[in-house]
């Protein structure tokens, strides 16, 4: 089993940075990926960025291109979303996922999910 824990969400103005991060622990050896996903009231869970814990490669939804980045700390098992240039419409419960057999934006191949960390961003 992995546990996943996010932080770092909280209310911000558009144009703001804000910077996200999951800790993972457990059987992380057994991780191939993880990623951030985001859920708007009323609209369904949307891909957000994934890391591949081998090589560090990445990819990025195209909402969130140019914009947000994510990186890896392999001494902590813990993973960030750096989100610059906030707009109101990135308003939305960010969960951290992660897997360990699919590098990619299909939510239903990821494993584990954290509990969601809350991001509000006013225009």
């Known amino acids: 089993q992995v546990q996943l824990v996010e932080s770092g969400g909280g209310l911000v103005q558009a144009g703001d940075s804000l910077r996200l991060s999951c800790a993972a622990s457990?059987?992380?050896?057994?991780?191939?990926?993880m990623g951030w996903f985001r859920q708007a009231p009323g609209k369904e869970r949307e891909f957000v960025a994934s890391?591949?814990?081998?090589?560090?490669?990445?990819i990025y939804g195209d909402s969130v291109k140019g914009r947000f980045t994510i990186s890896k700390d392999n001494a902590k098992s813990t993973t960030y979303l750096q989100m610059n240039s906030l707009k109101p419409e990135d308003t939305a419960v960010y969960y951290c996922?992660?897997?360990?057999?699919?590098?990619?934006?299909?939510?239903?191949?990821?494993?584990?999910w954290g509990q969601g960390t809350q991001v509000t961003v006013s225009s």
């Open positions: 890391i591949r814990w081998s090589d560090r490669s990445t």
């Open positions: 996922a992660a897997s360990t057999r699919y590098y990619g934006p299909r939510r239903n191949d990821y494993n584990y």
């Open positions: 457990g059987r992380t050896f057994s991780l191939l990926s």
